[in-house]
Antibody, heavy 122, light 108 residues
Framework: EVQLVESGGNLVQPGESLRLSCAAS????????MSWGRQAPGKGLEWVSS????????YYADSVKGRFTISRDNFRNTLYLQMNSLRAEDTAVYYC???????????????WGQGALVTVSS | EVVLTQSPGTLSLSPGERATLSCRAS???????LAWYQQKPGQAPRLLIY???SRATGIPDRFSGSGSGTDFTLTISRLEPEDFAVYYC?????????FGGGTKVEIK
């Protein structure tokens, strides 16, 4: 059974940093591109970042480019999102998601974690 | 950036009725790289359809997707009580990946 479990969500002040982790199990983690998406309270879904299966290719939404860094550890089957210079508008539930199928570095997402809440407020 | 516009914003229907949801793109979605998701309150999204018309694993055949280019449709042939939720389309033909604003299917 595929499982994605996020951790690291917290309440932080504007300008601070936070690192999210996503522990993956039940599939060959190193064979699939992975992504982070988010959903602000009461709002729709927003793509944040994607990373290729090997980790050599990374992609970011303009809203987080230069502040967030996606990475992965294929030995530990874990996906990360390092978030720096956090802003109030980054407040959201952050989901990690597995790419449906193999090949390209991003695609549709067939499995999602339960989400980690990040609140940025003074 | 490909902007996706979903309509209607809310669809009020009764169980057993047919639901037709629209997703229009601001430019052609390459290779029909379009997906549909269902999301219920407090839950993560669930993939229904990928590549515009392919059902994801375990999705009932009352869900179907169609379309190409800039116009896509999700059809639920007969609404079951568990189908009342918010539905999102997503394009993944080019970065940045984008989602539509969602259509809420509510019980009439």
């Amino acid at each position: 059974e595929v499982q994605l479990v996020e951790s690291g969500g917290n309440l932080v002040q504007p300008g601070e940093s936070l690192r999210l982790s996503c522990a993956a199990s039940g599939f060959s983690f190193s064979s699939y591109a992975m992504s982070w998406g988010r959903q602000a309270p009461g709002k729709g879904l927003e793509w944040v970042s994607s990373i290729s299966d090997s980790g050599s290719g990374t992609y970011y939404a303009d809203s987080v480019k230069g502040r967030f860094t996606i990475s992965r550890d294929n030995f530990r089957n874990t996906l990360y999102l390092q978030m720096n210079s956090l802003r109030a508008e980054d407040t959201a539930v952050y989901y990690c998601a597995k790419r449906q199928g193999s090949g390209r570095s991003y695609g549709s997402f067939d499995y999602w974690g339960q989400g980690a809440l990040v609140t940025v407020s003074s | 950036e490909v902007v996706l516009t979903q309509s209607p914003g809310t669809l009020s229907l009764s169980p057993g009725e047919r639901a037709t949801l629209s997703c229009r793109a601001s430019q052609s979605v390459s290779s029909s790289y379009l997906a549909w998701y269902q999301q219920k309150p407090g839950q993560a999204p669930r993939l229904l359809i990928y590549a515009a018309s392919s059902r994801a694993t375990g999705i009932p055949d009352r869900f179907s997707g169609s379309g190409s280019g800039t116009d896509f449709t999700l059809t639920i042939s007969r609404l079951e009580p568990e189908d009342f939720a918010v539905y999102y389309c997503q394009q993944y033909g080019s970065a940045p990946l984008t989602f539509g604003g969602g259509t809420k299917v509510e019980i009439k």
